[in-house]
């Protein structure tokens, strides 16, 4: 069992990483599962300015979270 993860994922197609495809569902959803009761996975992750308004990936992201079981903190 996992008790801390951070990370940066890539986000917002700012990066190209050779037609890896970022599952967020499936991967909150082993985090979940994977971590220990208490644990904490630390998500670093901000939006893409699109025509001036940000695309809100972030908040989808958090909202993924939140459905795979995740209580949800920000800082």
């Known amino acids: 069992?996992?008790?801390l993860?951070?990370?940066s994922p890539p986000y917002d197609g700012l990066?190209?990483?050779n037609g890896?495809?970022?599952?967020?569902k499936s991967i909150s959803d082993q985090l979940f599962?994977?971590?220990t009761r208490g644990g904490v996975c630390v998500w670093v992750i901000g939006d893409q300015v699109v025509k001036g308004s940000e695309t809100g990936n972030s908040f989808r992201h958090a909202l993924?979270?939140?459905n795979s079981g995740w209580s949800f903190m920000t800082q």
Do not use: G, P
Not at 20 to 24: A, E, K
């Open 64 to 66: 993924q979270f939140i």
């Open 33 to 35: 599962e994977k971590t």
């Open 1 to 3: 069992m996992i008790d």
């Open 5 to 7: 993860t951070v990370t």
């Open 20 to 24: 890896f495809y970022f599952d967020v």
């Open 15 to 17: 990066r190209k990483y």
